[in-house]
């Protein structure tokens, strides 16, 4: 009788499971697929390849957020999908609308985490970079034709539509190879040249964030090294890879956290000595935003007090334009504002000026943390300068 009533509960605790909303967000199951093989393909330029867009998994979070996942929805532009794989060891490239390129960037190998890179343009004056960390299931399914990437508990995809026939493929061996590509793919194939359309490569996280276990980095090269000494590896690699002739065009803007993340590293550099450091190997450094865990008042601390300056002038833009947040986490915002430092600004309120003064924008999450985390300053018209003193003087909607 009792093992009866067990039962009943269990199925009813299923029932109730099953008309949750995390269930209606999840994608249906369905048998796992050979993955096709790239075809080479370069004639095609007219067609319209239906762009990925995070996945409702963002929409479980909050109605801020469901407004954010309906606003970064790029289902409508015509793409290009861009992938890489250490596991499968190609670099493929399906060629679409000349004016458009989206890019993801994995390395399905990474202790257990994948890392993803999606890039796309708009009308052809915008490049955005959407960084993804996700469990090592990456390329493990085939859903309706599209590459099932998981995330966080297992019920949580993004798809990727690979549109696989028109496919083109590399070899490479390293990150920094990949963005060498990247770059060439952009340059070349009658698209936009990098001089109206520069590329920005934001570079956060190497570590595992969930452990900040400096012995799990996202990149195998990296070993044994805090945050920011990683961030330093990957751009020396990542300028070493780079032609002479498009070293001048790929700025990179490095998310800094002066070692602060990992307590095994915590006071060994200051933010402004790895921030000088970085600078040495790219183009541009500076820091967009560092990611708040609750319990790191200290770092806010550190990178909002006495390096900002160094930060706001190293990325040579405005306070307002690049300082955001992402969430209000233990009224950080009034906190710093009690500092005297009023210049923070939650990424939700950001977010729709950005859009209204023409900025490109950067979206990472990582296993555990499905809230849009960051915007950056990319890809950026040709009156950029002029769109930006409009956001310094507040004509931007705000």
Known sequence: ??????????????????????????????????????????????????????????????????????????????????????????????????????????????????????????????????????????????????????????????????????????????????????VNEIEGAGRKPLEINPLLVFLDYLRNPDSRDVKKPFFPFLKEQSNDAAVISLLKELNAALPEKLKKKVKIISCVYGDNLNPRFRRKNSLGQNLNEMKKHSTIAGMIYPYCYNDCFEVWRDIYGHTHKEISKLLEVSNDAMVWIQGDMGGIKNRLKERGISHVKLIEEQMRACDDAGIGYVVWSHSGNIEPAACAALSIPKDFENRINMQEKGLARK
């Open 1 to 182: 009788m009792a093992n009866g009533m067990k039962r009943g509960l269990l199925v009813l605790t299923a029932l109730i499971g099953l008309a949750s909303p995390a269930s209606v967000f999840s994608p249906p199951k369905q048998e796992i697929k050979e993955i096709p093989k790239p075809v080479l393909e370069e004639s095609v330029k007219d067609g319209n390849v239906k762009g990925f867009r995070l996945n409702e998994w963002h929409a479980r979070s909050s109605k801020k957020t469901k407004e954010m996942l309906d606003y970064f929805s790029v289902s409508d532009l015509n793409t290009v999908v861009l992938d890489v794989s250490d596991e499968y060891g190609k670099f493929a490239v399906p060629v679409k609308n000349k004016f458009a390129a989206k890019f993801n960037l994995y390395d399905s190998s990474m202790n257990n985490f994948s890392r993803s890179i999606r890039t796309y343009a708009k009308n052809g004056c915008r490049l955005g970079v959407r960084f993804v960390v996700a469990k090592d299931e990456l390329l493990s399914r085939v859903e309706n034709g599209k590459y099932a990437v998981k995330h966080g508990n297992g019920n949580d995809s993004v798809f990727v539509d690979l549109n696989s026939e028109f496919v083109r493929e590399y070899k490479v061996t390293n990150y920094a190879e990949a963005i060498s590509l990247i």
